[in-house]
């Protein structure tokens, strides 16, 4: 069992940057991949991010590429996501999830049905 929590939410204007964290708790070296998703008002939830434990990689929607930042703190058992330039459609609900074994298919790493544990969430608002 991985016990993930969400922090860092808040309301910022257009442009501002904000970073959120993600503690993850329990059997944390069952993880293989983790990731960020977001999900706006009346959406589907959708991918922003995720990282390979093993090897380092990390992907990126294309609505963020440049602008958010996926980080990792193995010590801690930790990881963040650094937005910069936030735009209003960035508004959502944020959260983090890990991969356990069965450990998913690359190509599959942008499906939300490939994670097993989740956080509540977060919740960013970006408004002018």
């Known amino acids: 069992q991985v016990q993930l929590v969400e922090s860092g939410g808040g309301i910022v204007q257009p442009g501002d940057s904000l970073r959120l964290s993600c503690a993850a708790s329990?059997?944390?070296?069952?993880?293989?991949?983790m990731a960020w998703f977001r999900q706006a008002p009346g959406k589907e939830r959708e991918f922003v991010t995720a990282n390979r434990f093993s090897g380092d990689s990390t992907y990126y929607a294309d609505s963020v590429k440049g602008r958010f930042t996926f980080s990792r703190d193995k010590v801690k058992n930790m990881v963040y996501l650094q937005m910069n330039s936030l735009k209003v459609e960035d508004t959502g609900v944020y959260y983090c999830?890990?991969?356990?074994?069965?450990?998913?298919?690359?190509?599959?790493?942008?499906?939300?049905?490939?994670?097993?544990?989740w956080g509540q969430g977060t919740q960013v608002t970006v408004s002018s």
């Open positions: 999830a890990a991969d356990l074994p069965p450990r998913a298919i690359l190509s599959s790493l942008r499906q939300s049905s490939s994670y097993d544990a």
């Open positions: 329990g059997r944390t070296s069952d993880i293989y991949h």
